[in-house]
């Protein structure tokens, strides 16, 4: 059984800087991408960053790239994502996603491939 749980949300303010976890959990091979998603109040879920547990290069959405970095730790098979320079419009729920796949790239930032789900950590920047 696959598990995803993420921690790490809190508020800060603009300009300020979280790092969210996202341990996982029941993988039976290391042929699933991992990704991470948000979804701000009135919006829809977005993909923000993804990789292959494979390896492989990491994907970062536009509105992140240069301030968000995914990085991850194989041994304690947790993912992390730090954000710097945050920004009011980066709030809202943070959700850790999986789906089973040998090519991730293309599909990882759209939350409709996903099949495995964590409860999400709330992301709040003040401006």
């Known amino acids: 059984q696959v598990q995803l749980v993420e921690s790490g949300g809190g508020s800060v303010q603009a300009g300020g800087s979280l790092r969210l976890s996202c341990a996982a959990n029941?993988?039976?091979?290391?042929?699933?991408?991992m990704g991470w998603f948000r979804q701000g109040p009135g919006k829809e879920r977005e993909g923000v960053a993804g990789?292959?547990?494979?390896?492989?290069?990491?994907r970062y959405a536009n509105s992140v790239k240069g301030r968000f970095t995914l990085s991850r730790d194989s041994a304690k098979n947790t993912a992390y994502l730090q954000m710097n320079s945050l920004k009011p419009e980066d709030t809202g729920m943070y959700y850790c996603?999986?789906?089973?796949?040998?090519?991730?790239?293309?599909?990882?930032?759209?939350?409709?491939?996903?099949?495995?789900w964590g409860k999400g950590a709330l992301v709040t920047i003040s401006s």
């Open positions: 029941g993988f039976p091979d290391t042929r699933y991408c």
């Open positions: 990789y292959s547990m494979w390896g492989g290069a990491t």
């Open positions: 996603g999986a789906f089973r796949a040998v090519d991730c790239y293309w599909k990882i930032l759209e939350h409709t491939a996903i099949d495995y």
